[in-house]
């Protein structure tokens, strides 16, 4: 069974650099049939899909438009986690933040379910 | 980006009676694979969103078989056959097509 577990601070300021980690147990970040999310939820943004890794042969990475410019995800394999990384924060970035594991077919390109999801980090960005 | 719309906003419903749960989608949520990545979740107070369906109509493991999904192309429907005091909480349709993924804002069920 697969279980993803958040690591990170919750509380920054303006400017700073948000930085959160999912380890993964039950799974390996370079699996061929999985990827690795982040979502964050807010009372005014709701649920909002923010990016992806995974490992095809290589390392891909996808980032929602709305934060690409200041978003990084990393994925290691030597600590079987996946980060991310989210530069110059405004109070708007304030959500809870998710990390998910998405299922793939054996061929790794279809995908199945959305599961499990990790217990959520509260971040509130506040001067 | 897709505009997910849910219906109702809330849902009241009797214990042991069925509740359904619209989700239409601004386009087609058919992959060019031939799948369509429609899902819904069920978040309860203080939890993580949990999977309830994926692709449609497949219900994730674990979930009760009270819960179903129908539809296609942009209309989807979740239905809970009799719904339990457990089931009291906020479902999401997701779609996972097209990026970015997007959600709906979600539907607040209640019992009366």
Redesign the interface.
């Known amino acids: 069974q697969v279980h993803l577990q958040q690591s990170g601070p919750g509380l920054l300021k303006p400017s700073q650099t948000l930085s959160l980690t999912c380890a993964i147990s039950g799974d390996s970040v370079s699996s061929n049939t999985a990827a690795w999310n982040w979502i964050r939820q807010s009372p005014s943004r709701?649920?909002?899909?923010l990016g992806r890794t995974y490992y095809r042969s290589q390392w891909y990475f996808?980032y929602?438009?709305?934060v690409k410019s200041r978003m990084t995800i990393d994925a290691d394999a030597s600590k079987n986690q996946f980060s991310l990384q989210l530069n110059s924060v405004i109070p708007e970035d304030t959500a809870i933040y998710?990390c998910v594991r998405?299922d793939y077919d054996r061929s790794g390109?279809?995908?199945?379910?959305?599961?499990p999801?990790?217990?959520?980090t509260l971040v509130t960005v506040s001067s | 980006d897709i505009v997910m719309t849910q219906t109702p906003l809330s849902s009241p419903v009797t214990l042991g009676q069925p509740a359904s749960i619209s989700c239409r989608s601004s386009q087609s949520l058919v992959h060019t694979d031939g799948n369509t990545y429609l899902s819904w979740l069920q978040q309860r107070p203080g939890q993580p969103p949990r999977l309830l369906i994926y692709k449609i109509s497949n219900r994730f493991s674990g979930v009760p078989d009270r819960f179903g999904g129908s539809g296609a192309g942009t209309d989807f429907t979740l239905k809970i056959s009799r719904v339990e005091a457990e089931d009291v909480g906020v479902y999401y349709c997701m779609q996972t097509a097209q990026f970015p993924y997007t959600f709906g804002r979600g539907t607040k069920l209640e019992i009366k």
């Open positions: 709701g649920l909002e899909w996808d929602a438009v709305s998710y998405v390109s279809s995908q199945n379910w959305f599961d999801w990790g217990q959520g």
